[in-house]
């Protein structure tokens, strides 16, 4: 947090979200917090939401897209930092895309590469290159759910559990 406080202004009754710049997060008083709980929590706001989302499938999509060709940039230099950043990004996006493979394999990388840095320990670059390999062939796939589904999302989970076993053994 840069320190710096800003208003928050109240929740407009159309339900349109307030920017907040980067690094920046809002302090909300126990009155707003509230306002804000009552408004995500009714009905039409969530169904609003969904229907927003489903409108913007398409555009979701073209954003994974775009962190998967920055993914695929931080690993030519095998940079974990760089590719945490992106399949974090790619894990919080790909659902609301419709590419819920893609988000699953992103976050398997996450947890992986997360665990491996709290360890201070580098990652294997096979591990990593399998899992963006299985993230890009997930989103660019039109029929996603059907052919990578579960099965690829739940294999590169248990190796990122063996994995992480193997770190907690040593």
């Given at each position: 947090?840069?320190g710096r406080k800003?208003?928050v ?5 159309s339900?349109l ?13 126990s009155?707003?917090?509230?306002r804000?709980?009552?408004?995500m929590r009714d ?5 609003q939401a ?5 409108e913007?499938a ?6 994974v897209?775009?962190?998967i ?13 760089a590719?945490y ?16 493979a893609?988000?699953?394999?992103a976050n398997g ?6 665990a ?6 580098e990652?294997e670059q096979s ?7 299985a ?9 996603e759910a ?6 690829v999302?739940n294999?590169?989970?248990?190796l990122?559990?063996k ?5 907690n053994?040593?």
């Open positions: 947090m840069s800003i208003k202004p109240p929740v407009p009754a339900g979200a307030a920017k907040i710049p980067p690094g920046v997060y809002p302090v909300f008083s009155a707003d917090a509230m804000l709980m009552r408004v009905p039409e706001t969530t169904a969904a229907r927003i989302i489903s913007k398409e555009e979701l999509r073209g954003a897209l775009d962190y060709d920055k993914v695929e940039e931080a690993a030519r230099v095998f940079d974990p930092a590719i950043e992106q399949a974090h990004e790619i894990r919080g996006l790909a659902g609301n895309a419709g590419l819920i893609t988000g699953r394999i990388l996450c947890r992986y590469l997360d491996l840095a709290t360890a201070n320990r990652p591990v990593v290159a399998l899992h963006l390999d993230i890009a062939r997930a989103a660019r796939a039109e029929d059907t052919r990578l589904g579960d099965a999302a294999e590169l989970a248990e990122v559990d994995k992480l076993a193997e770190i053994q040593a």
